[in-house]
């Protein structure tokens, strides 16, 4: 290749560099002029009344827990509310505390049991038990994003937790479900399947530069 071909090359990646910044900044920009033309329909003078109820709230914060899963089928959170609507108790589905998530099976079609995730991870809801702050779960509500399995249900009874506000209930078919429903339903536990009112809640990190021209 000679040095006249060799620097036009160079010349074009530092040109399509140039560009992609740009392209980057403007974006940025345009990101926050956005904010800025939703702010502007707002009325500065009254409460906002898109704020998240406390379900909405606290089922989202069952949900955004459940990213930090490390499961690659299903990521499942909870959030564990006393009657004060205060936050007790968090957790998502994992490995139990100082066994390794590498060493570990994640898959769960294995004719050999050992080899499945069944017999070694934590679900949420036992995580956000053990994660409480609280000295008392009694009474307290549950938010979690798929049905408790029985193993959980016993928990969730023991625990004295009143309530389940669940998500989804994909696995209703499975005996285990069944016989968590039966115990539940026995100990008294009240059980409601949550009804969103918005599909997707969106956490945009730059929005609360929205009023930056205030």
């Given at each position: 290749?000679?040095?006249n071909?060799s620097?036009?090359?160079?010349?074009?990646?530092n040109?399509?560099h140039?560009?992609?910044?740009?392209?980057?900044?403007?974006?940025?920009e345009?990101?926050?002029?956005?904010?800025?033309k939703?702010?502007?329909?707002?009325?500065?003078?009254?409460?906002?009344?898109?704020?998240?109820?406390?379900?909405?709230?606290?089922?989202?914060?069952?949900?955004?827990s459940?990213m930090?899963?490390?499961?690659?089928?299903?990521?499942?959170?909870?959030?564990?509310?006393?009657?004060?609507?205060?936050?007790?108790?968090?957790?998502y589905n994992?490995?139990?505390?100082?066994?390794?998530?590498?060493?570990?099976?994640?898959?769960?079609?294995?004719?050999?049991p050992?080899?499945?995730?069944?017999?070694?991870?934590?679900?949420?809801?036992?995580n956000?038990?053990?994660?409480?702050?609280?000295?008392?779960?009694?009474?307290?509500?549950?938010?979690?994003?798929?049905?408790?399995?029985?193993?959980?249900?016993?928990?969730?009874i023991?625990a004295?937790?009143?309530?389940v506000?669940y998500?989804?209930?994909?696995?209703?078919?499975?005996?285990?479900?069944?016989?968590?429903?039966?115990?539940l339903n026995?100990?008294g536990?009240?059980?409601?399947?949550?009804?969103?009112?918005n599909?997707?809640i969106v956490?945009?990190?730059?929005?609360?530069?929205?009023n930056?021209?205030?």
């Open positions: 290749m000679s040095a071909e620097d036009k090359i160079l010349d074009e990646k040109s399509l140039e560009s992609l910044s740009k392209l980057s900044v403007n974006k940025d345009s990101d926050i002029n956005d904010s800025n939703a702010a502007n329909l707002r009325d500065l003078e009254k409460k906002r009344e898109d704020y998240l109820e406390w379900p909405e709230y606290f089922m989202a914060v069952a949900f955004l459940a930090r899963s490390k499961d690659p089928c299903t990521q499942v959170g909870a959030c564990i509310t006393d009657s004060n609507n205060r936050i007790v108790g968090v957790g994992g490995m139990p505390i100082g066994c390794s998530d590498e060493i570990l099976p994640w898959g769960k079609t294995s004719s050999k050992l080899e499945n995730k069944y017999m070694y991870v934590c679900h949420a809801e036992m956000a038990i053990m994660n409480k702050n609280s000295a008392d779960l009694r009474g307290c509500k549950l938010y979690v994003a798929l049905f408790p399995c029985n193993e959980c249900a016993k928990l969730i023991q004295g937790i009143k309530e506000v998500m989804s209930d994909k696995h209703k078919s499975k005996p285990s479900t069944e016989a968590s429903k039966m115990m026995m100990a536990v009240k059980l409601q399947q949550f009804v969103p009112k599909s997707k956490i945009d990190f730059k929005e609360i530069d929205w930056i021209s205030i």
